[in-house]
């Protein structure tokens, strides 16, 4: 859970400074309208590209942080039935 948090704080992060970044160059750069508007596009696709590579990064952490709670929900399972066996053969002997 602790690194879908800091994945998520990472993305936002980099999404906020890239957009932050975008806005600043557009509003500096001394470029034709033509210019400006393939500038854009360039940057909305990268900022595009970046948000599905940390959409696909949160997934991943989210993925792997619900495998590990299934694999710690089956153990304690099992030691619980071992748990309950062991008691249920100590009452019949």
């Known amino acids: 859970m602790e690194n879908s948090n800091k994945t998520m ?4 992060g980099f999404l906020i400074s ?3 970044g975008a806005v600043l160059g557009i509003l500096f750069a001394p470029n034709k309208g ?3 508007r ?3 596009a360039y940057s909305r696709d990268n900022l595009t590209n ?6 696909g990064n949160l997934i991943d952490s989210v993925n ?3 495998s590990d ?8 399972l099992e ?3 071992a748990s309950v066996e062991k008691v249920k053969h100590n009452l019949t002997t």
Request: aromatic share 4%; hydrophobic share 35%; glycine share 4%.
């Open 50 to 55: 970046s948000i599905k590579d940390q959409y």
């Open 9 to 12: 704080n990472q993305a936002s």
């Open 18 to 20: 890239a957009a932050v």
């Open 38 to 40: 393939r500038h854009l």
């Open 64 to 66: 792997n942080e619900i």
């Open 69 to 76: 709670v299934k694999n710690k929900a089956t153990e304690a």
């Open 34 to 36: 033509s210019e400006t």
């Open 79 to 81: 030691k619980g039935i």
